[in-house]
């Protein structure tokens, strides 16, 4: 049996589209969420009172964790479409097996199997 041909093109072709147009938006606002970095504004004022500098510590931490999410979603999401140009959208990046459709519907950007994606996750 000839596993190769996973995807009809018919299907890809949208589901590229998905992650060009998600992967374009992830970008845009991890722009707009580190431009909202307090440590990034020009006009932070030196002599801050102890809680302003709290306040932009915080946001600033809150920045990081939201830009660092975003870029894990962004690799992933670049990962999919690379996917689908190698024609292995779809099959599991670690052991090989098709991925369950019922999960790349929901989610369109993995590449791993249910049971690979547990196992990262430990
Ligand atoms: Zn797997």
Do not use: W
């Amino acid at each position: 049996m000839n596993n190769s041909v996973v995807f009809p093109k018919s299907l890809l072709i949208p589901i590229k589209g998905f992650l060009q147009n998600e992967l374009a938006r992830l970008r845009k606002t991890k722009h707009s969420i580190e431009k909202s970095d307090p440590f990034m504004n020009s006009d932070r004022t030196v002599q801050n009172s102890v809680e302003e500098d709290v306040d932009e510590q915080i946001g600033h931490n809150e920045t990081q964790a939201k830009a660092k999410f975003l870029s894990k979603q962004i690799v992933q999401f670049r990962k999919a479409l690379a996917r689908i140009k190698i024609g292995k959208y779809g099959v599991c990046e670690r052991c090989g097996q098709m991925i369950d459709t019922d999960r790349l519907a929901v989610r369109p950007e993995i590449t791993l199997c249910i049971s690979c994606s547990k196992e990262m996750d430990d």
